[in-house]
């Protein structure tokens, strides 16, 4: 069949009276062909109506595509069992001509960024071999969208303080910040809403508020709107952690910003430029960080165990025997455990990044060698309180705490806020009776305070009055 093309030809060389002989030589096409284009008098291609082995079982394919919840391969089936005649390759053709189980590709969009305008962040997960196992990790980016300047890094997994922690380390690389942050709809960052309608948690917008940017997410489905993050995903799994193997997260996230410095410098065929390039032109539109912010740490409520250590993120770090009973304050950085007590830093430890469990000991943090084994150990404020009490609580304090054996400080934390919460003469009542019997199963004492509240300040009035009378009555007697 001729194209468009060479029909506009013909129609203008025998406009220009040419003959159809001559045409058909110079053309190199059939004298009929010249003939019949002349006599349609148009240049359009006509289309060519031929009739399709699958248009008699429309109506079947369309109620077998429902049925068979989109799978051709079930469709072809069933229609060759009810005798239908036609391969695989028909269905399909079928189908995608007439819009059955297929829709036009939408073209993708191109989004243009302004120098300083928008970076772009998110995560992956990743296989990679760390501390000599292939492991799953999850890989950080940051993009800025103008230059194309990207920096990376690999944890064992991704909360909110570790998410300040790579934006933090991530900004401080490049020395400056976008005005807007653009994520998916993640619950890291995100406190409810999608897209536009998008809040933040009031921790993570505080956070972005410090360097001077916000967060914004694309909606739902609009993948395109974060290409520049996501697009760098395929590179780090192809190219980084293709064939690298790492001693650990530390070694991992070295070799990662050297991996960044030597991608930025490479050339960009789609901007005949490199990033860093780039990054020079639009260094004078991003915001300069501030002159000083305070170090990302996640606080914990510790209460020293019976052996002198504290347990954070699922590793275990000593303190100062002192301390033992004690509650401290637990802040735990990018690189360190800091452990407070009141005002004062007692102990400091390098954090542990490790998948398996790990404890980690100081000898400054030990009794010295040849003293008395058992320790002095200070009160807990729940145990200064229950020993300043009204009697008999400080000896079924004591009995308590004799019994509880390691767990102690949560028996005598528990049995103080009874003391707070239930009212005086039931519950003193209840421990005197525990106390002469030699009950310290707090649980028991807890039913017998709420048996003793309940005929106290539960009695029906009829009761009541029933019960002055008697008590009358005794009195005269």
């Given at each position: 069949?001729?194209?468009?093309?060479?029909?506009?030809?013909?129609?203008?060389l025998?406009?220009?009276?040419h003959?159809?002989?001559?045409?058909?030589?110079?053309l190199?096409?059939?004298?009929?062909?010249?003939?019949?284009?002349?006599?349609?008098?148009?240049s359009?291609?006509?289309?060519?109506?031929?009739?399709?082995?699958?248009?008699?079982?429309?109506?079947?394919?369309?109620?077998?595509?429902?049925?068979?919840k989109?799978?051709?391969?079930?469709?072809h089936?069933?229609?060759?069992?009810?005798?239908?005649?036609?391969?695989?390759?028909?269905?399909?053709?079928?189908?995608?001509?007439?819009?059955?189980?297929?829709?036009?590709?939408?073209p993708a969009?191109?989004?243009?960024?302004?120098p300083?305008?928008?970076?772009?962040?998110?995560?992956?997960?990743?296989?990679?071999?760390?501390?000599?196992?292939l492991?799953?990790?999850?890989?950080?980016?940051?993009v800025?969208?103008?230059?194309?300047?990207?920096?990376?890094?690999?944890?064992p997994?991704?909360?909110?303080f570790?998410?300040?922690?790579?934006?933090?380390?991530?900004?401080h690389?490049?020395?400056?910040?976008?005005?807007?942050?653009?994520?998916?709809?993640?619950?890291?960052?995100?406190?409810?809403?999608?897209?536009?309608?998008?809040?933040?948690?009031?921790?993570?917008?505080?956070?972005?508020?410090?360097y001077?940017?916000?967060?914004?997410?694309?909606?739902k489905?609009?993948?395109?709107?974060?290409?520049?993050?996501?697009?760098?995903?395929?590179h780090?799994?192809?190219?980084?952690?293709?064939?690298?193997?790492?001693?650990?997260?530390?070694?991992?996230?070295r070799e990662?910003?050297?991996?960044?410095?030597r991608?930025?410098?490479?050339?960009?065929?789609?901007?005949?430029?490199?990033?860093?390039?780039?990054?020079?032109?639009?260094?004078?539109?991003?915001?300069?960080?501030?002159?000083?912010?305070?170090?990302?740490?996640?606080?914990?409520?510790?209460v020293?165990?019976?052996?002198?250590?504290?347990?954070?993120?699922?590793?275990i770090?000593?303190?100062?025997?002192?301390?033992?009973?004690?509650?401290v304050?637990?802040?735990?950085?990018?690189?360190?455990?800091?452990?407070?007590?009141?005002?004062?830093?007692?102990a400091?430890?390098?954090?542990?990044?490790?998948?398996?469990?790990?404890?980690?000991?100081?000898?400054?943090?030990?009794?010295?060698?040849?003293?008395?084994?058992?320790?002095?150990?200070?009160?807990?404020?729940d145990?200064?309180?229950?020993?300043?009490?009204?009697?008999?609580?400080?000896?079924?304090?004591?009995?308590?705490?004799?019994?509880?054996?390691?767990?102690?400080?949560?028996?005598?934390?528990?049995l103080?806020?009874?003391?707070?919460?239930?009212?005086?003469k039931?519950?003193?009542?209840?421990?005197?009776?525990?106390?002469?019997?030699?009950?310290?199963?707090?649980?028991?004492?807890?039913?017998?305070?709420?048996?003793?509240?309940?005929?106290?300040?539960?009695?029906?009035?009829?009761?009541?009055?029933?019960?002055?009378?008697?008590?009358?009555?005794?009195d005269e007697?």
């Amino acid at each position: 069949m001729l194209d468009q093309s060479i029909r506009t030809a013909i129609l203008a060389l025998h406009k220009k009276g040419h003959g159809i002989r001559a045409i058909a030589r110079t053309l190199k096409v059939s004298r009929e062909s010249v003939r019949e284009i002349i006599r349609g008098g148009t240049s359009e291609v006509p289309c060519l109506s031929r009739p399709e082995k699958a248009e008699p079982y429309e109506a079947d394919i369309r109620e077998l595509y429902a049925r068979c919840k989109g799978n051709l391969i079930r469709v072809h089936e069933e229609l060759t069992h009810t005798g239908a005649t036609l391969s695989y390759q028909a269905l399909t053709g079928f189908c995608r001509r007439h819009g059955i189980g297929y829709e036009p590709q939408k073209p993708a969009g191109r989004y243009f960024f302004e120098p300083g305008q928008e970076m772009q962040h998110d995560t992956s997960p990743h296989m990679a071999h760390v501390g000599g196992a292939l492991r799953r990790v999850q890989t950080a980016s940051l993009v800025f969208c103008f230059s194309r300047m990207r920096f990376i890094q690999l944890y064992p997994t991704f909360n909110r303080f570790i998410c300040k922690l790579f934006l933090h380390d991530a900004l401080h690389y490049f020395g400056a910040t976008c005005r807007d942050c653009m994520i998916d709809n993640t619950h890291v960052v995100v406190l409810k809403g999608t897209g536009k309608e998008m809040v933040p948690v009031p921790e993570m917008a505080a956070f972005a508020e410090r360097y001077g940017f916000r967060f914004i997410a694309h909606e739902k489905g609009d993948a395109n709107r974060s290409a520049h993050v996501e697009r760098g995903f395929d590179h780090v799994e192809n190219n980084f952690l293709a064939g690298r193997e790492f001693q650990d997260f530390a070694h991992a996230n070295r070799e990662a910003v050297t991996w960044c410095d030597r991608v930025n410098a490479k050339v960009r065929r789609e901007v005949h430029a490199s990033a860093k390039e780039l990054f020079v032109k639009e260094q004078l539109s991003l915001l300069p960080l501030p002159l000083w912010v305070p170090e990302v740490y996640v606080l914990h409520h510790r209460v020293v165990d019976t052996e002198g250590y504290i347990h954070a993120d699922g590793h275990i770090y000593s303190v100062p025997y002192q301390l033992i009973g004690r509650q401290v304050e637990v802040r735990e950085t990018k690189d360190a455990v800091r452990v407070f007590d009141g005002p004062r830093m007692v102990a400091e430890h390098e954090r542990i990044f490790s998948f398996e469990k790990r404890r980690t000991t100081k000898e400054e943090h030990r009794p010295p060698k040849g003293t008395v084994a058992k320790i002095e150990r200070q009160p807990t404020p729940d145990e200064r309180e229950l020993l300043a009490a009204e009697s008999p609580l400080p000896e079924y304090a004591q009995g308590v705490k004799r019994k509880g054996s390691n767990r102690w400080p949560a028996a005598l934390r528990r049995l103080a806020q009874m003391r707070r919460d239930y009212p005086r003469k039931p519950f003193l009542d209840a421990v005197t009776s525990a106390h002469h019997y030699g009950l310290y199963d707090l649980d028991r004492l807890e039913r017998m305070v709420l048996r003793n509240i309940a005929t106290e300040y539960f009695v029906a009035p009829a009761d009541r009055s029933a019960r002055s009378r008697e008590d009358d009555l005794s009195d005269e007697g």
